[in-house]
């Protein structure tokens, strides 16, 4: 059985039969929500809102650690992780579906390892590549089979936030080597590397970032919203296609 974590503007997935929720409780409080158990495309699947079933849990504020150790605890064989993101890269158009390979973390003052506390072991989790391999391809066959572009490979820089970035920012982020940017990648990846659970991303480009095409000035959240509402109906499509094709 597979995780969806849904991020903005995935709240619930269409077609997706609802079985029952679990409220959860783990060591590390509580997940942003109920974890919702149902079928899709004839699998079992379990998904979790990141910001929680009214979106009210800010980036910052999200418990990534009871997330992860919930969707574990459940004995989740893997976990897609949704995430809007803004478009650095050019060719990277809003609307545009993307399974990042790598990630450059900004963020700070977030709990972000199981290993920390005088019980706990020191542990150096390797993450040379953050995303698991098998999962991003079988993301990108999801996408062939029905015909949806994704484009493979692209370095996430995860930003503190709740605001979005400055334009100067995103001229760094640029130049260090980042294709997009979010704010809630991480420290999910990683939580979810030492938790030894499989995990890739699937991001939504719901705008251009800070500065550049139509957000030259400003970046519009009406637009983002559009674009949320039409690109999360080829996400809910693609995670069908994913599922359809695991084992049962
Ligand atoms: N920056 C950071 N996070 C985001 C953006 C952005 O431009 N768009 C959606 N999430």
């Given at each position: 059985m597979y995780a969806v974590i849904g991020g903005s503007?995935?709240?619930?997935?269409?077609?997706?039969?609802?079985?029952?929720?679990?409220?959860?409780?783990?060591?590390?409080?509580?997940?942003?929500?109920?974890?919702?158990?149902?079928?899709?495309?004839?699998?079992?699947?379990v998904f979790l809102a990141r910001h929680g079933y009214g979106?009210?849990?800010?980036?910052?504020?999200?418990?990534?650690?009871a997330n992860i150790w919930a969707l574990k605890e459940m004995g989740v064989e893997g976990i897609i992780s949704v995430a809007s993101v803004g478009g650095i890269r050019a060719d990277l158009y809003t609307g545009s579906l993307v399974i990042p390979d790598q990630i450059i973390d900004h963020t700070h003052s977030r709990r972000n390892t199981f290993f920390e506390g005088a019980d706990q072991p020191v542990v150096h989790i390797d993450f040379t590549h953050p995303y698991t391999e098998t999962l991003r391809q079988a993301l990108k066959v999801?996408?062939?089979?029905?015909?949806?572009?994704?484009?493979?490979?692209?370095?996430?820089?995860?930003?503190?936030?709740?605001?979005?970035?400055?334009?100067?920012?995103?001229?760094k982020l640029e130049r260090d080597g980042a294709d997009i940017v979010g704010m809630t990648g991480m420290p999910e990846a990683a939580l979810a590397r030492e938790a030894d659970v499989p995990y890739a991303a699937l991001a939504v480009v719901v705008n251009p970032a800070a500065g550049k095409g139509s957000s030259a000035q400003t970046v519009s959240m009406e637009d983002i919203k559009k674009t949320l509402d039409v690109s999360m109906v080829k996400v809910c499509k693609l995670l069908s296609a994913f599922v359809a094709r695991t084992p049962n």
């Open positions: 503007g995935l709240t619930q997935l269409s077609e997706f039969e609802i079985v029952r929720k679990d409220v959860m409780r783990t060591p590390y409080g509580e997940p942003s929500g109920v974890l919702t158990l149902g079928r899709l495309a004839g699998r079992d699947l979106h009210t849990i800010a980036p910052h504020e999200i418990n990534y650690l999801a996408a062939q089979t029905i015909g949806e572009e994704v484009f493979d490979g692209a370095t996430y820089a995860c930003t503190q936030g709740p605001r979005l970035e400055t334009r100067a920012e995103i001229s």
